[in-house]
C-alpha cells in the first residue's frame, strides 16, 4: 500500500480520537453540572420541605385553636340559652304575680320574743339591783 494511504489513516484515527475525547469532556462537563443542578434542587427541596413542616405545624395549632374556641362558643351558646330561657320564665311569673298581686303576698311568721335568759350567777336581789342600774331587765320581774 502506498504510504499516503498509512498517513491518510493515521490521521483520520487522529481526528477520530479527538473528537471522541472532545465529546468526553464535554459529556463530563455536562454531568457536573447536571450533579451541581441536582445538589442545588435537592437543597431547595430540603428548604421546601422544613417550610412545609414548618406550615403543618402552623397548620394543626390553629386547627386546635379553632377547635377549642369552637367548642367553647358551643358551651357558651348553650349556657346563653340556659339563662334565655331562665329570664323567660323569670318573666312569665314577673307577669303572672303582677296579674294578681294579692293571691302572691304571704303573711310572714311572727317572731315572738324570747325572755332573755336569767343570769345564774347572781341572786333574785342582785338582779334586781342591776335591772334596775342598767335599765335592762334579767329574768323575769
Known amino acids: 500500500m502506498k504510504p499516503y494511504i498509512y498517513l491518510s489513516l493515521f490521521v483520520l484515527q487522529l481526528v477520530f480520537t479527538v473528537v471522541v475525547l472532545i465529546v468526553l469532556l464535554h ?29 403543618i405545624n402552623i397548620h394543626f395549632t390553629f386547627t386546635g385553636k379553632i377547635a377549642r374556641i369552637s367548642e367553647s362558643t358551643t358551651t357558651a351558646s348553650e349556657e346563653l340559652k340556659k339563662l334565655i330561657s331562665a329570664t ?27 325572755p332573755l335568759p336569767v343570769n345564774p350567777t347572781l341572786g333574785s336581789k342582785a ?11 334579767y329574768g323575769r320581774s
Do not use: D, F, H, Y
Not at 323567660?88 to 324570747?114: D, G, M, T, Y
Open 27 to 55: 459529556e463530563r462537563r455536562l454531568q457536573k453540572q447536571q450533579e451541581k443542578k441536582n445538589k442545588q434542587q435537592l437543597t431547595e427541596l430540603s428548604n421546601l420541605r422544613e417550610e412545609i413542616q414548618a406550615m
Open 127 to 137: 338582779r334586781k339591783k342591776k335591772r334596775l342600774q342598767t335599765g335592762v331587765a
Open 88 to 114: 323567660e320564665k323569670l318573666k312569665k311569673e314577673l307577669e303572672r304575680i303582677k296579674a294578681a298581686p294579692s293571691r302572691n303576698i304571704r303573711k310572714l311568721p311572727v317572731s315572738r320574743k324570747q
